[in-house]
């Protein structure tokens, strides 16, 4: 069920599923809780599955600041009295998950990072946009899944058509987080899994061990499969996640 919480001058839209054990799940940009459909479904068959949509912003719908989203964030669990949380993030929403895991060390028991961001890329903004291109074209390859692809270019479609009033204020802010490390990892102890596609274009294996060796209580996992793996393999992605 889509709903609306509202913090200071931001209305943060999330899904919301299951019950038991609470589960926080951060997109990637400019995807939604219905991206990630059998994910949610999968999870909340054993767990309360929170899914905020991170295309969200004081300013109309472009791209915040990762400390924004946080802010946000952490009222949601204060006033949903969360505790014991287990984080996931995938791809940006990763980077907002170890943002948040970073100041909210009480209420997340454990972290699980998906192909996360978190650390500066060593490519430009076009060759990002490129990447992403190609990811696209690669995931063409599932055609018994196409009902998941077609959420997947839907979704991010939206967030793009969303964007383009304040679009450049979007690409300033993901080529600052695509260049920037912002994660004071040496403050997040939480036990931490990192889940990474063996051939993610995106965030490559060394850019996985690099979070690996900065994290001081991580697991690095590596599977079959590119950045989204996730959406195709979602059972496989539930088995990992309760190792």
């Known amino acids: 069920n889509l709903r609306l919480f509202k ?4 209305s943060l839209e999330y899904f919301e599923a299951g019950s038991q054990t609470p589960v926080v799940f ?12 059998e994910v949610i479904d ?22 915040s600041r990762l400390e924004d989203y946080v802010g946000v964030l952490q009222e949601f669990i204060k006033i949903k009295k969360l505790t014991n949380i287990i984080l996931i993030g995938h791809s940006y929403g990763g980077a907002v998950a170890l943002k948040l895991a970073e100041s909210n060390k009480k209420n997340i028991s454990k972290l699980i990072l998906v192909d996360s961001a978190g650390l500066p890329v060593p490519y430009s903004l076009t060759q990002l946009f490129y990447l ?4 696209t074209w690669h995931e063409l390859k599932y055609t018994n899944q196409l ?4 959420r997947l270019v839907w979704d991010f479609s939206f967030f793009v058509l969303k964007s383009l009033p304040q679009w450049s204020k979007t690409t300033k802010e993901i080529g600052r987080v695509a260049q920037e490390t912002q994660i004071q990892f040496q403050n997040i102890h939480v036990p931490t899994l990192l889940l990474w596609g063996k051939t993610d274009e995106i965030l490559s294996l060394e850019y996985a061990e690099k979070l690996h060796k900065l994290l001081p209580n991580s697991k690095l996992i590596k599977v ?3 950045h989204d793996w996730l959406l195709f393999r979602y059972k496989e992605f539930g088995k990992l996640c309760f190792l």
């Open 7 to 10: 913090a200071g001058g931001a």
């Open 26 to 37: 951060l997109p990637a940009l400019g995807c939604s809780g219905t991206t990630y459909k």
């Open 42 to 63: 999968l999870l909340s068959q054993s767990c309360h599955v929170f899914v905020p949509n991170l295309y969200f912003s004081i300013n109309n719908y472009a791209i």
């Open 132 to 135: 992403l291109f190609v990811k």
């Open 147 to 150: 009902s998941i692809l077609g």
């Open 224 to 226: 079959e499969g590119n």
